[in-house]
Structures are given as structure tokens and as C-alpha cells.
């Protein structure tokens, strides 16, 4: 079975871009949450969804949204791009019912530079 | 506002011997317990889980030890191998928000062969 999948793997883009980015979640599991890991801190939560609806979300500026697909996958957008928005961003899916609902597995992340 | 903490930021263990990497947290609305393992540009793997309503899970090498009154979990790994090297994240949630996990700052584990 495929894992999480995320896209693109690296990105780079300039101060006041936008960007979107992309995650497919392990089939079955209807619950996809956003997590930005910087250099030499541990992943921060920033949105959860489940059956395309919003669940929760952390401590993020506007400038941050999600959403989330009829096929469970999701997009996260950032506009208005700033310098310290530079991060590796985490996509953790997880099968929200059942015995193993609060197990999240994560994807290989996607490495965005601003510039 | 720092939840879940790892105090060390680093632990180097001889192969063979026992690794124990420690976790503090200040929520005590928090339940349920992840530990994961991430090598350099890879996403973070997901080793065990445990629940407040138990003290203890073991997985094979892994066991995860949890003292709700000391809201101290730590994770052993026995014995310890050199592909252990890597850094390890502790992560808890109030189960009643879904999976909105905090994660702590992580401990970098050298196991030398």
C-alpha cells in the first residue's frame, strides 16, 4: 500500500507569493492534518481536516488555509509568502475511527524556501 | 508555549545497550502518546503509541513507558542498533480535539557501533 504522498518535494519562491501544496493520504483513512517542522524544532500543528471539514487549527496567520478534497486528499495555501514562513511541511493522515484512529502517519514533506 | 518537552537534545548509546529517551509534558488533558523516528529529509516514522489508560506498550525493541502523575512518558529501545541512529519526537493530544498532536523539540539518538 502507498503511504502519503506529498508534492512537490522541494519548492522555492520569493516574498509575497502564494503557494500550494499537496498531499494524498494512505487509502482508507479519511483524516488528513497539516504540521511546519522549522530547522531544530519538532512539527506544529496547523490544521486538521476530516470528511472535508475543518477540525482544528493551530496558532497560523490567516495567510494559511487548507481544504480538504471528496477523495480525502487536501491542499494547504500560504499567501502573501514571508521569509519565515521557510520550513519543511508535514502532511500526517489517519484513519480518525477505529482501533488505531489516533496513529498518524506522515508523508516525506514538502521543503519550502522563501526567498 | 511549549507542551511536550525533550530536555535532551542529544544521547549517544553503545550498540547492544539500552537507549531511554525521555519526554515531559504540561497538559494534563493530554491522553494519548506517539513517539516517532525521522532521518534527515525524510518524514517523520511512526514507532508506538500508548494511552492513558495504560503505563506501558511494547513493540518488539520499543517499549514506551507512561507516569501520568509525573506527566513523564520515556521510550526504551533494547538492544540498540546502529540504524537507531536518528532523531526521536514524542508527540500528545487531548483526544477529545481529534489528532491535533504537540510535538517536542526531538532528542537526536547516535547509536555507536
Known amino acids: 500500500d502507498a503511504g502519503v504522498t506529498q508534492s512537490p518535494t522541494h519548492l522555492i519562491k520569493t516574498r509575497g507569493q502564494h503557494v500550494t501544496l499537496r498531499c494524498s493520504p494512505i487509502s482508507g483513512h479519511k483524516s488528513v492534518s497539516w504540521y511546519q517542522q522549522v530547522l531544530g524544532q519538532g512539527p506544529q500543528f496547523i490544521f486538521q481536516?476530516?470528511?472535508?471539514?475543518?477540525?482544528g487549527r493551530g496558532n497560523f496567520p490567516d495567510r494559511f488555509s487548507a481544504r480538504q478534497f471528496p477523495n480525502y486528499s487536501s491542499e494547504l495555501n500560504v499567501n502573501a509568502l514571508l521569509l519565515g514562513d521557510s520550513a519543511l511541511y508535514l502532511c500526517a493522515s489517519s484513519p480518525w475511527t477505529g482501533q488505531k484512529r489516533n496513529e498518524q502517519f506522515f508523508g516525506p514533506g514538502t521543503r519550502l524556501t522563501v526567498l | 508555549d511549549q507542551q511536550v518537552k525533550q530536555n535532551s537534545p542529544s544521547l549517544s548509546v553503545q550498540e547492544g545497550r539500552i537507549s531511554i529517551l525521555n519526554c515531559d509534558y504540561t497538559n494534563s488533558m493530554f491522553d494519548y502518546f506517539l513517539w516517532y523516528k525521522k532521518y534527515p529529509a525524510e518524514g517523520p516514522t511512526f514507532l508506538i503509541s500508548?494511552?492513558?489508560?495504560?503505563d506501558k506498550n511494547e513493540d518488539g525493541r520499543f517499549t514506551v513507558f507512561l507516569n501520568k502523575s509525573a506527566k513523564h512518558l520515556s521510550l526504551h529501545i533494547v538492544p540498540s542498533q546502529p540504524g537507531d541512529s536518528a532523531v526521536y519526537f514524542c508527540?500528545?493530544?487531548?483526544?477529545?480535539?481529534?489528532?491535533?498532536?504537540?510535538f517536542g523539540t526531538g532528542t537526536s539518538l547516535t547509536v555507536i557501533p
Open positions: 508527540a500528545g493530544t487531548p483526544s477529545n480535539t481529534g489528532n491535533q498532536f504537540y
Open positions: 500508548i494511552s492513558s489508560i495504560k
Open positions: 481536516y476530516y470528511e472535508k471539514e475543518e477540525r
